[in-house]
């Protein structure tokens, strides 16, 4: 069981290149998440899936877009990458509600963009 | 509305207790704690849920008020593993979207 797995580990971006980020559950959980981490922040909700098919936006959301064709595949898609994009991005997955269930979280993916 | 959390920091000696504290302006139906050490992901300690219920590791002490719209953390007899940033999350506006978390309590314990 590997639980939230995310690729790549490190990117470094140009300005205006575009990427995406990948993340997989194997828990066969419906409810998945994006966030984003600056430094001394908490973490900002960035997307949201409450199954394959749905998607809704967090609070920062501009400047990202989202898919879910898949249970276990969220993946975050950054077009025209500016520096206020470098964070630490973080999917995570619950197997409810997120008010009520323990949110799993992957290892992170550090994103630079010069 | 971003919960906020107290204190910014704190310094412990191995063994020494400590409390976490969160609030919210807004009303809650839930807290939730996590631990992130550097350089890792944030990992589940606890959910409070309106009513009383529990959810989390037997280890953790917190408790929920909520009337207040507060929650704290206790961290007894701390260990070196204790270590890291503590945050915590109130749900979103229909308990699906995700969590809103503060900016965290960084916990340092020294031997």
């Known amino acids: 069981n590997a639980g939230v797995t995310q690729t790549p580990k490190f990117r470094i971006l140009k300005i205006g290149q575009s990427m995406t980020l990948q993340c997989t559950q194997d828990?066969?959980?419906?409810?998945m998440y994006w966030y984003r981490q600056d430094p001394g922040m908490g973490l900002k909700l960035i997307y949201y899936?409450?199954?394959?098919?749905?998607?809704d936006k967090g609070e920062v959301p501009n400047g990202y877009n989202v898919s879910r064709s898949t249970t276990e595949d969220f993946p975050l898609r950054l077009e025209l990458a500016a520096p206020s994009q470098t964070s630490v991005y973080f999917c995570?997955?619950?197997?409810?509600?997120?008010?009520?269930?323990?949110?799993?979280f992957g290892p992170g993916t550090r994103l630079t963009v010069t | 509305q971003q919960p906020v959390q107290s204190p910014q920091a704190v310094i412990l000696r191995e063994g020494e207790d400590a409390v976490i504290n969160c609030s919210s302006s807004?009303?809650?139906?839930?807290v939730h704690w996590y631990r992130q050490k550097h350089g890792e992901a944030p990992v589940f300690l606890m959910i409070?849920?309106?009513?009383?219920e529990q959810k989390g590791h037997e280890k953790i002490s917190a408790s929920f008020n909520e009337k207040k719209q507060q929650s704290s953390l206790y961290l007894t007899a701390s260990q070196l593993s204790y270590s890291g940033t503590y945050f915590c999350?109130?749900?979103?506006?229909?308990?699906?979207?995700?969590?809103?978390f503060g900016k965290g309590t960084h916990l340092i314990i020294q031997p």
């Open positions: 807004k009303a809650l139906y839930s």
């Open positions: 409070l849920l309106k009513g009383g």
């Open positions: 995570a997955s619950s197997g409810g509600l997120a008010g009520r269930n323990e949110q799993y």
């Open positions: 899936s409450v199954g394959a098919g749905i998607t």
């Open positions: 999350g109130t749900e979103g506006r229909g308990g699906a979207d995700g969590l809103t």
């Open positions: 828990m066969n959980h419906n409810y």
